[in-house]
């Protein structure tokens, strides 16, 4: 989907770098805590921060994670933008937004600023596109999943 998505953008005459987020190697590790993963964060920032500062991007599109946890840990790329002058997008697959209500203080400010300070926020569908109305209003789109369905007869 991520390829899809880059292929779109640079089709659409703009240049488009990826940052990888590679915490789970495999399907069986997906929202499970394993020590290796916190190097595998630190990895995974620095590498944003790098190609944030080779790019120069005129924006950064943020692929959000499905947890809170997950969430937290992309304030800090959210963070790196802000240090570097880079407006971001947050893409939405899934209704995370829904939690951050519930957050734990201080996380749930930190996350209510993330979506709120957002350029723009990608949904899959009018539904997220209406709960999100209180980012900022008009900075909610939608954009159907960028993978290719079953071929047709």
């Known amino acids: 989907m991520a390829a899809r998505f880059l292929e779109a953008v640079r089709e659409s005459?703009?240049?488009a770098v990826l940052s990888r987020k590679a915490?789970?190697?495999a399907v069986d590790e997906v929202?499970?805590?394993r020590p290796v993963k916190i190097l595998r964060l630190l990895a995974?920032?620095?590498r944003f921060a790098a190609n944030l500062r080779r790019a120069r991007p005129d924006l950064a599109v943020i692929f959000a994670s499905s947890t809170v946890i997950g969430l937290a840990a992309e304030s800090v790329l959210v963070g790196l933008c802000r240090l570097?002058?880079?407006p971001y997008a947050l893409y939405l697959h899934t209704?995370?937004?829904?939690r951050v209500s519930k957050a734990p203080f201080p996380l749930r400010q930190v996350l209510v600023s993330m979506f709120r300070s957002a350029a723009a926020c990608l949904v899959l569908g009018r539904v997220f596109l209406d709960e999100l109305a209180w980012t900022r209003p008009g900075r909610a789109f939608v954009l159907p999943n960028c993978v290719d369905g079953p071929e047709r007869a």
């Open 44 to 46: 995974t920032w620095a």
């Open 13 to 15: 005459g703009n240049e």
């Open 23 to 25: 915490l789970s190697t």
């Open 95 to 98: 209704d995370v937004h829904r």
């Open 31 to 33: 929202n499970r805590f």
């Open 84 to 86: 570097q002058g880079v």
